[in-house]
């Protein structure tokens, strides 16, 4: 559930539980495989930024080298800009963008990173070749994404797990790969990068049970949110009743000591 660059140019507009749920991502720990490559001075890219939280601590970290955040999203967009004004970092720049068709000049950055993004697009070749192209000689891209064959949950919950289930169908219809994790260093060297270093790493989404509430309230909204809410219907994939029924496993979910979720992330830092 990333902000999305995609092939079909499906804008989605994010609801506010969703953009409070991207807003915990930080530089430590969801780009921490990238920070050792990290020096001042660097031109960065941010390809699908979201509300921007991670891209501000890289923004701190290169400072005084620029850095711009993109994202289709002009929700996502706006949060990153009122971050931002909090931070007082000047360095940066927030806009948007579609990571298919980048606007900037060949050999543009020194580092590029993409965050959950490249694995909903229909053709990750050709994405990983735009990278590749605004990329400097030398020059490093940093990708993290999703492996949904390592999704972690406990305890079973048969309706939690269809939600999944849906989620997953909507993504394939969508284009999407649900093993792109696994996979991406097979893309990243069709695109042209011949020397890639990886990483694995798992995202626990219940490490306190304050955290677990918050994540199970978002889930349950999640569900009956337009964005996801609405292609479930139209593909006749689940009624109503079962969105509102799974939405209410969540909430309970979310209540039980024992309750567990982790996401399998797949890293590679491919050099230019």
Request: proline share 4%; hydrophobic share 45%.
């Amino acid at each position: 559930m990333q902000g999305l660059d995609d092939s079909k140019n499906l804008k989605i507009e994010f609801s506010s539980d969703a953009l409070d749920f991207f807003a915990d991502r930080r530089a430590a720990t969801h780009a921490k495989f990238l920070l050792p490559f990290i020096n001042s001075g660097l031109r960065l890219l941010d390809c699908g930024c979201g509300p921007g939280t991670i891209t501000l601590d890289l923004a701190e970290l290169v400072s005084p080298g620029k850095v711009i955040g993109i994202d289709i999203s002009p929700a996502q967009i706006e949060v990153a800009k009122s971050l931002q004004i909090q931070r007082k970092l000047r360095n940066i720049r927030f806009e948007l963008g579609d990571v298919n068709k980048l606007k900037f000049p060949s050999e543009s950055f020194d580092i590029v990173f993409a965050h959950g993004v490249i694995e909903y697009l229909e053709d990750p070749i050709h994405a990983f070749k735009e990278l590749h192209r605004v990329l400097s000689k030398d020059g490093i891209l940093a990708v993290r994404h999703a492996d949904w064959g390592g999704f972690l949950l406990a305890p079973e919950n048969d309706d939690v797990e269809l939600f999944f289930d849906l989620f997953r169908q909507l993504m394939v219809h969508d284009g999407g790969n649900l093993s792109f994790g696994r996979n991406q260093i097979s893309y990243l060297r069709k695109a042209g990068f011949n020397k890639v270093q990886v990483s694995a790493s798992y995202d626990c989404w219940t490490p306190s049970p304050d955290i677990t509430q918050k994540v199970a309230v978002y889930m349950a909204s999640h569900c009956l949110s337009n964005e996801f809410m609405k292609p479930v219907l139209e593909l006749k994939l689940a009624d109503k009743s079962t969105l509102e029924k799974i939405s209410e496993a969540f909430l309970e979910w979310g209540k039980n000591p024992d309750a567990f979720a982790a996401e399998a992330w797949a890293e590679a830092i491919a050099f230019k």
